[in-house]
């Protein structure tokens, strides 16, 4: 039996951003015998909302938390026996920012043919709307915690913003979003352009790019909120 397909399906990034899902997402659902997916109470109600008839314990699901050996054992054998598999991420666009792309590199391995969909990514619907570098710009994922580390890592980011024109894009949990957004503050130029991207795709959405200067008499409030930094010239 010839290799199943490995599709990277589209999620929502909020509860309420449903004008960022592709019209076609239930086909491409339609087309999967097994999901691989990071929370798979979110993907149910997902998919149920997608396509109320889905019958959700007609396919085989798998939680993706850390991927483990017999974890890839798993999607391995499904793919050999012609199963095509969707992988989910709740970052919204699979495999970016997510853990799912070590089974996406898995299934490069194999020949297996690899179908991307669009989907909402913050990172990139930040980007788009920061008017900063698209060009060049690197995701750094969250900075340290430490103050000493995270200072060193801001300053980092900062030299080579000035000396590349890169664009730094990176993230943080929810509860030390303001803590970050003060060290920014504190430990960049206060020419430097700042831009913070906040609950992208929902009603109460903001993408904002301002000086550091500027964000210093407005400091945002961020607590608890879905953020994205972005850093620039």
Not at 4 to 21: F, S
Not at 76 to 88: P, Q
Not at 134 to 139: D, K, N, R, T
Request: aromatic share 10%.
């Amino acid at each position: 039996m010839s290799l199943g397909k490995l599709y990277l399906l589209p999620m929502l990034l909020h509860e309420e951003g449903w004008e960022a899902i592709p019209a076609d997402t239930k086909q491409w659902i339609a087309n999967c015998d097994a999901f691989f997916v990071e929370n798979e109470k979110t993907s149910r109600r997902f998919f149920k909302k997608v396509w109320k008839e889905m019958v959700i314990d007609n396919y085989i699901w798998h939680p993706i938390h850390k991927i483990e050996a017999a974890q890839i054992d798993e999607f391995v054998n499904l793919l050999k026996a012609g199963k095509n598999i969707g992988i989910i991420s709740e970052a919204g666009c699979a495999g970016i920012a997510d853990p799912g792309q070590i089974l996406v590199a898995k299934a490069q391995s194999l020949g297996v043919i690899v179908k991307p969909y669009l989907a909402p990514s913050s990172l990139f619907l930040a980007l788009m709307a920061s008017g900063m570098n698209g060009q060049l710009f690197q995701f750094h994922g969250y900075l340290p915690i430490d103050n000493i580390e995270r200072k060193k890592k801001i300053q980092s980011l900062v030299t080579d913003t000035q000396q590349r024109g890169c664009t730094q894009i990176f993230i943080e949990t929810p509860y030390r979003n303001n803590q970050l957004a003060d060290a920014l503050f504190q430990n960049c130029p206060v020419n430097m352009r700042l831009c913070i991207g906040v609950d992208i795709t929902g009603p109460s959405e903001s993408i904002k790019t301002a000086t550091i200067a500027e964000w210093q008499k407005n400091k945002p409030e961020l607590h608890k909120k879905l953020v994205v930094f972005l850093l620039g010239l």
